[in-house]
């Protein structure tokens, strides 16, 4: 079974990106997931461990928008 994650975030000129987790619970394999990335970066983990962002047009960070 996959499990599609899917996270929007936005910079503060507007700027949208978006994270896409896929995570696939194999019975004898072992976990798998896959993440990619459009309209954002990676710049670092934050405290909890997840990864922070920033924009690739502009280079300012971006928040994750409220669901
Ligand atoms: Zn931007």
């Known amino acids: ?7 929007y975030f936005s910079c503060p000129n507007g700027h949208q990106g978006l994270e896409h987790t896929r995570e696939t619970d194999q019975p004898y394999g072992g976990d798998w997931s896959m993440t990619d990335v459009s309209g954002i970066v990676e710049t670092g983990k934050d405290a909890r461990g997840y990864p922070m962002y920033k924009c690739i047009r502009c280079s300012q960070p971006v928040k ?4």
């Open 64 to 67: 994750e928008n409220e669901q």
């Open 1 to 7: 079974m996959t499990t599609h994650t899917r996270r």
